[in-house]
């Protein structure tokens, strides 16, 4: 018997439906000599640190261990995964198919925790059978068929499983420890906040802190522009100020600020003859736009709809796994294998199907034409998102998916239409000695871009309103007149605010955010902080535990979130440090660098910042938590006092156990006291079910 264990429920029924589906049981489908089970997404999970600490330390009503600063830090001689409550019933269910097997197939998703959930499951039932490795970036039947024509060999894939394996451990290391460091620390300087701290959760923290900082401490500066409408025999055109080499009055951006120069130069050239000093015409094209990675339609996403990071990931990720309408969204690769060019008509077709609105557009598109996104050699783990082959029902999506469905379409559509093509003329214009510019694009064939602009997610606007017009023909030495000279009145402004986008993009493109030269220079090949298929989770763990806060579309800082980046040390919130943990794990996953030396030199690390920890002092603001313990109302569970704290809305209150730390118990709010009747009452209700 051959058995595929896929990472979740619809990875199983999408291999069976392909295989042939003979029966089904509880926790697997029969498909003739073969087997398929499931996982559901990690079924182990690896142990909490009251499993690594001594026996003797004091518990509390709930059973869990009492914090101490004694026993930090906790660093695991042998590392112990626990099967997850929720998943003993079918762990138990593959344990006996593993065990009738003779052979098994890793299908997990083509990712480094995909490969490690399969394995590490295999691991758990000490499986000494031999294990294929099923690899596919989409779920349509055509994909899936080619890849069960192609499975390889399970080990090739070790070094993915070590990766996930080293990010795991990794980042339990600093969770554990640094949070319970701070937390304790904060703690004996009388505020009762638990303090989260993660290894790419707080340099994304940082990123936002530094970014509101920056707005706030902005002060705008004015400076000046100049426009000249500009007279030639073939037609007026607009141009602008060009400062002239060691020009007097410039800012450091080489933008002019003193306004008694600005006021000389619109009198000097107002009324005075002038010469077409160059004019250069060229003819320019524009290659189709990449397909998407999931940062850029995160980004784009973001502009376009409001959507936050996590909701475009849910959405791609619906797309692919229920809709099978699209292929793997978690991917920083916006190339496509050279092969998959060939399936470009039967793919049109799928959308033809889907979105007959667009019949027009497919009907003009020509499969021959092979943009640049398709190449090899750029190729990564996972290739763009596009769409499949699997003619589904655009009634099944939900409008969120519509939209980010019909984005992928079209980006997918535009590689087989030409490249946009234009005119781009400048001009210089010398007035009394003094140089004025204009610009112009003529669109000679729009090609691609009538199926889809993208000039929201590439910051494609134009920058001038000169750039829009159509200049006339001239020639050098051409004779010209300054009708008139108008100065502008500007301000420089603060940078913008991110928003779950421009965040992602951030994450992603960290180099652009360091200061330090060296540092820059060593991101600049793409290191970023978090993974494609982590950075949106992270970005709503931080909303959810307070530190970080949306207004609108805007993301920003809370106050809270301020103060736990003001009491870490740098380098806990460097995004530099992350960023190269992910070019080792990407080592470990080559199989250039080595797991056990990358933990080792985690647990030196985790030592000397616990220690650190000990020694800061700890203020802070913006803690809801920093409130009088009550000794006349205790807590049910474990009987220590409780604290009144403020709810999100004005007016509005509840209770929480002071043992936080371990008792997560809480209560509403009636008039002033704990409300024990709801709280028994919805405990109940929850005992009963529906």
Same mark, same amino acid.
């Given at each position: 018997m051959?058995?595929?264990?896929?990472?979740?429920?619809s990875?199983a029924?999408?291999?069976?439906?392909?295989?042939?589906?003979?029966?089904?049981?509880?926790?697997?489908?029969?498909?003739?000599?073969?087997?398929?089970?499931w996982?559901?997404?990690?079924?182990? &999970?690896?142990?909490?640190?009251?499993?690594?600490?001594? &026996?003797?330390?004091?518990?509390?009503?709930t059973?869990?261990?009492?914090?101490?600063?004694?026993?930090?830090?906790?660093?695991?001689?042998?590392?112990?995964?626990?099967?997850?409550? @929720?998943?003993?019933?079918?762990?138990?269910?593959?344990?006996?198919?593993?065990?009738?097997?003779?052979?098994?197939?890793?299908?997990?998703?083509?990712?480094?925790?995909?490969?490690?959930?399969?394995d *590490?499951?295999?691991?758990?039932?000490?499986?000494?059978?031999?294990v294929?490795?099923?690899?596919?970036?989409?779920?349509?039947a055509?994909?899936?068929?080619?890849?069960?024509?192609?499975?390889k060999?399970?080990?090739?894939?070790h070094?993915?499983?070590d990766?996930?394996?080293?990010?795991?451990?990794?980042?339990?290391?600093?969770?554990?420890?640094?949070?319970?460091?701070?937390?304790?620390?904060?703690?004996?300087?009388?505020?009762?906040?638990?303090?989260?701290?993660?290894?790419?959760?707080?340099p994304?923290?940082a990123?936002?802190?530094?970014?509101?900082?920056?707005?706030?401490?902005?002060?705008?500066?004015?400076?000046?522009?100049?426009?000249?409408?500009?007279?030639?025999?073939?037609?007026?055109?607009?141009?602008?100020?060009?400062?002239?080499?060691?020009?007097?009055?410039?800012?450091?951006?080489?933008?002019?600020?003193?306004?008694?120069i600005?006021?000389?130069?619109?009198?000097?050239?107002?009324?005075?003859?002038?010469s077409?000093?160059?004019?250069?015409?060229?003819?320019k094209?524009?290659?189709?736009?990449?397909?998407?990675?999931?940062?850029?339609?995160?980004?784009?996403?973001?502009?376009?709809?409001?959507?936050?990071?996590?909701?475009?990931?849910?959405?791609?990720?619906?797309?692919? @796994?229920?809709?099978?309408?699209?292929?793997?969204?978690?991917?920083?690769?916006?190339?496509?294998?050279?092969?998959?060019?060939?399936?470009?008509?039967?793919?049109?077709?799928?959308?033809?199907?889907?979105?007959? &609105?667009?019949?027009?557009?497919?009907?003009?598109?020509?499969?021959?034409?092979?943009?640049?996104?398709?190449?090899?050699?750029?190729?990564?783990?996972?290739h763009?998102?596009?769409?499949?082959?699997?003619?589904?029902?655009?009634?099944?999506? +939900?409008?969120?998916?519509?939209?980010?469905y019909?984005l992928?379409?079209?980006?997918?559509?535009?590689?087989?239409f030409?490249?946009?093509e234009?005119?781009?003329?400048?001009?210089?214009?010398?007035v009394?000695?003094?140089?004025?510019?204009?610009?112009?694009?003529?669109?000679?064939?729009?090609g691609?871009?009538?199926?889809?602009?993208l000039?929201?997610? &590439?910051g494609?606007?134009?920058?001038?309103?000169?750039?829009?017009?159509?200049?006339?023909?001239?020639?050098?030495?051409?004779?010209?007149?300054c009708?008139?000279?108008?100065?502008?009145?500007?301000?420089?402004?603060?940078?913008?605010?991110?928003t779950e986008?421009?965040?992602?993009?951030?994450?992603?493109?960290?180099?652009?955010?360091?200061?330090?030269?060296?540092?820059?220079?060593?991101?600049?090949?793409?290191?970023?902080?978090?993974?494609?298929?982590?950075?949106?989770?992270?970005?709503?763990?931080?909303?959810?535990?307070?530190?970080l806060?949306?207004?609108?579309?805007?993301?920003?800082?809370?106050?809270?979130?301020?103060?736990?980046v003001?009491v870490?040390? *740098?380098?806990?919130? +460097?995004?530099?440090?992350?960023a190269?943990y992910?070019r080792i794990?990407?080592?470990?996953?080559?199989?250039?660098a080595?797991?056990?030396?990358?933990?080792?030199?985690? *647990?030196?690390?985790?030592?000397?910042?616990?220690?650190?920890?000990?020694?800061?002092?700890?203020?802070?603001?913006?803690?809801?938590?920093?409130?009088t313990?009550?000794?006349?109302?205790?807590?049910?569970?474990c009987?220590?006092?409780?604290?009144?704290?403020?709810?999100k809305?004005?007016?509005?209150?509840?209770?929480?156990?002071?043992?936080?730390?371990?008792?997560?118990?809480?209560?509403?709010?009636?008039?002033?006291?704990?409300?024990?009747?709801?709280?028994?009452?919805?405990? +109940?209700?929850?005992?009963?079910?529906?």
């Amino acid at each position: 018997m051959r058995l595929f264990i896929g990472e979740k429920p619809s990875v199983a029924r999408a291999i069976a439906d392909v295989l042939g589906v003979t029966g089904k049981s509880e926790g697997f489908i029969q498909c003739g000599t073969d087997t398929v089970a499931w996982c559901f997404g990690h079924m182990l &999970e690896l142990a909490a640190p009251d499993d690594y600490t001594p &026996e003797d330390v004091p518990r509390t009503g709930t059973g869990k261990k009492i914090w101490r600063v004694d026993d930090l830090p906790i660093i695991p001689k042998e590392w112990v995964l626990r099967p997850k409550p @929720e998943a003993k019933k079918q762990l138990a269910v593959i344990g006996r198919l593993i065990r009738k097997a003779g052979q098994i197939v890793n299908a997990g998703d083509p990712d480094r925790e995909g490969q490690l959930l399969i394995d *590490e499951v295999l691991e758990h039932f000490c499986n000494t059978k031999p294990v294929a490795r099923f690899w596919v970036s989409a779920q349509d039947a055509v994909s899936i068929q080619r890849g069960l024509a192609a499975l390889k060999e399970n080990a090739a894939y070790h070094g993915w499983a070590d990766a996930a394996r080293a990010r795991q451990r990794a980042d339990w290391l600093i969770g554990m420890n640094l949070s319970r460091a701070y937390t304790l620390r904060a703690q004996r300087s009388g505020s009762r906040v638990l303090l989260t701290v993660g290894r790419v959760q707080t340099p994304t923290l940082a990123l936002v802190v530094m970014r509101d900082r920056e707005i706030e401490s902005f002060t705008p500066m004015p400076y000046y522009t100049i426009r000249a409408e500009i007279q030639h025999a073939g037609g007026n055109f607009a141009a602008v100020w060009k400062a002239k080499e060691n020009q007097a009055g410039l800012d450091s951006g080489g933008r002019l600020i003193d306004r008694t120069i600005a006021d000389t130069i619109v009198h000097s050239v107002t009324g005075q003859p002038g010469s077409i000093a160059q004019y250069r015409q060229e003819a320019k094209k524009q290659n189709q736009p990449l397909v998407f990675t999931l940062s850029d339609i995160t980004l784009l996403a973001s502009i376009r709809y409001g959507y936050s990071a996590e909701e475009v990931l849910n959405v791609c990720q619906a797309l692919y @796994e229920t809709h099978k309408l699209t292929s793997y969204p978690r991917t920083d690769c916006p190339y496509l294998p050279e092969s998959q060019h060939a399936d470009a008509p039967l793919v049109l077709d799928a959308i033809r199907v889907i979105k007959p &609105e667009l019949a027009g557009l497919i009907d003009a598109a020509d499969p021959r034409i092979k943009s640049r996104t398709w190449n090899d050699a750029k190729v990564t783990a996972h290739h763009g998102i596009i769409p499949t082959m699997h003619k589904g029902n655009k009634e099944a999506l +939900n409008d969120r998916e519509r939209n980010i469905y019909d984005l992928i379409v079209r980006v997918y559509l535009a590689q087989f239409f030409p490249f946009h093509e234009y005119l781009s003329t400048t001009v210089r214009v010398d007035v009394a000695g003094i140089a004025f510019t204009a610009t112009g694009k003529v669109v000679t064939r729009n090609g691609w871009r009538d199926v889809f602009d993208l000039a929201e997610a &590439e910051g494609d606007r134009e920058k001038d309103e000169t750039d829009k017009q159509q200049l006339p023909a001239m020639a050098q030495g051409d004779g010209t007149t300054c009708i008139k000279a108008i100065r502008k009145d500007a301000q420089t402004k603060p940078p913008s605010y991110f928003t779950e986008g421009t965040l992602v993009r951030a994450m992603e493109n960290i180099h652009a955010n360091v200061v330090d030269l060296t540092h820059k220079k060593m991101l600049r090949e793409g290191d970023g902080i978090g993974t494609s298929a982590t950075r949106a989770s992270i970005i709503s763990e931080l909303k959810r535990r307070g530190f970080l806060e949306t207004k609108g579309k805007k993301i920003i800082s809370s106050i809270l979130g301020r103060s736990l980046v003001d009491v870490l040390p *740098e380098i806990v919130t +460097n995004p530099v440090l992350t960023a190269i943990y992910e070019r080792i794990l990407k080592g470990i996953e080559q199989g250039k660098a080595d797991l056990h030396l990358f933990i080792a030199k985690q *647990e030196s690390f985790i030592r000397e910042q616990v220690a650190q920890a000990g020694l800061r002092a700890i203020s802070l603001e913006g803690s809801q938590e920093v409130a009088t313990v009550s000794t006349l109302h205790k807590c049910m569970a474990c009987g220590s006092g409780l604290t009144r704290r403020p709810g999100k809305k004005k007016g509005q209150f509840w209770w929480g156990c002071s043992n936080f730390l371990t008792c997560r118990q809480t209560y509403p709010d009636l008039k002033g006291h704990p409300d024990y009747d709801r709280k028994r009452q919805s405990q +109940n209700n929850r005992r009963i079910g529906p």
